[in-house]
């Protein structure tokens, strides 16, 4: 697909855009999002382990009536994970005679993974749409050209994509669109997080500049964003502040990947 205006006046439309919904602040989804998460337990190292060696393939756990309450029912005949609860009481602080809650002891309670129940399907955040045309192709082209491998695989532990300097491995299986997003957040990894830049600004700084790229690209050639961009970097704590202090490194690696998927051609 073709891009008939300037890198300079694309990426500046995108960062405005970008801005504008980080100033706005968390949107539906991202809000039920989180509600949802925190209805979640932390659980302790100890239980973490008790659920991987009872079901390695665990990807989110709650009790049976946390999974009710969540809209969600446990399916018939599926077998609990065991982990240990803290039993608390009240007692007597023995330096300050206050009482106060401790733990006096643990029971065996029963938890289940999501994938052992079924019915109303958990929030999310809002996902890339649209026509990517042939922009995959070109990106792959782009990567190769860089001396970046890019792999597709089936299970990456959750993540969608990740960067591993010098190779990316992708979610394989997913749309289109929602791949050549994932894609250039990876590559701006790898043009922006390498070396000398490695550590700047820690990882909300680096997953922010990555996402920002990648909404700039996917919006130039014609992708519809929602606010797939905004909701995972304010997940990480980012906003339009912390973008407009990254802007010389996002238009960076924007300028080289639009540039990529023009063959080299773009206008500065």
Same mark, same amino acid.
């Given at each position: 697909? /073709? ?5 300079? +006046? ?12 980080? /100033? !706005? ?36 756990? !709650? ?5 009710? @309450? ?74 190769? @050209?860089?001396?970046?491998?890019? /792999?597709?695989? +089936? ?25 050549? !997003? ?13 070396? @000398? $830049? ?6 909300? $700084? $680096? ?16 992708? @519809? ?8 970097? $304010? ?12 802007? +010389? ?20």
């Amino acid at each position: 697909m /073709e891009l008939k205006q300037s890198n300079k +006046d694309v990426i500046a439309e995108g960062i405005k855009a970008l801005s504008a919904q980080l /100033e !706005a602040g968390n949107s539906q989804a991202m809000t039920a999002y989180l509600g949802t998460m925190a209805r979640f337990h932390n659980y302790s190292f100890g239980n973490v382990m008790a659920i991987a060696m009872q079901r390695p393939d665990a990807v989110r756990v !709650a009790g049976f009536h946390t999974w009710k @309450d969540l809209g969600r029912n446990v399916k018939k005949g599926e077998k609990a994970i065991r982990i240990l609860a803290p039993m608390i009481g009240k007692g007597t602080d023995p330096d300050t005679g206050e009482d106060s809650a401790r733990v006096y002891g643990f029971r065996s309670v029963c938890v289940f993974d999501l994938s052992q129940t079924e019915g109303k399907d958990l929030p999310s955040f809002a996902k890339v749409s649209g026509q990517a045309g042939d922009t995959l192709a070109k990106l792959l082209k782009f990567a190769d @050209d860089s001396s970046i491998i890019v /792999e597709f695989a +089936d299970d990456l532990g959750g993540a969608e994509g990740v960067s591993l300097n010098g190779k990316i491995k992708i979610l394989a299986g997913k749309p289109e669109a929602e791949s050549v !997003a994932v894609l250039v957040h990876e590559l701006a990894h790898e043009l922006l997080h390498k070396q @000398d $830049r490695k550590n700047t600004g820690g990882q909300n $700084r $680096r997953e922010l500049e990555a996402e920002s790229v990648a909404f700039i690209v996917g919006s130039a050639i014609g992708l @519809d964003m929602n606010t797939a961009s905004a909701d995972y970097i $304010r997940l990480y704590n980012g906003n339009a502040e912390a973008l407009t202090e990254s802007l +010389d490194a996002i238009s960076r690696a924007a300028k080289l990947i639009l540039a990529g998927i023009e063959g080299g051609n773009r206008e500065n």
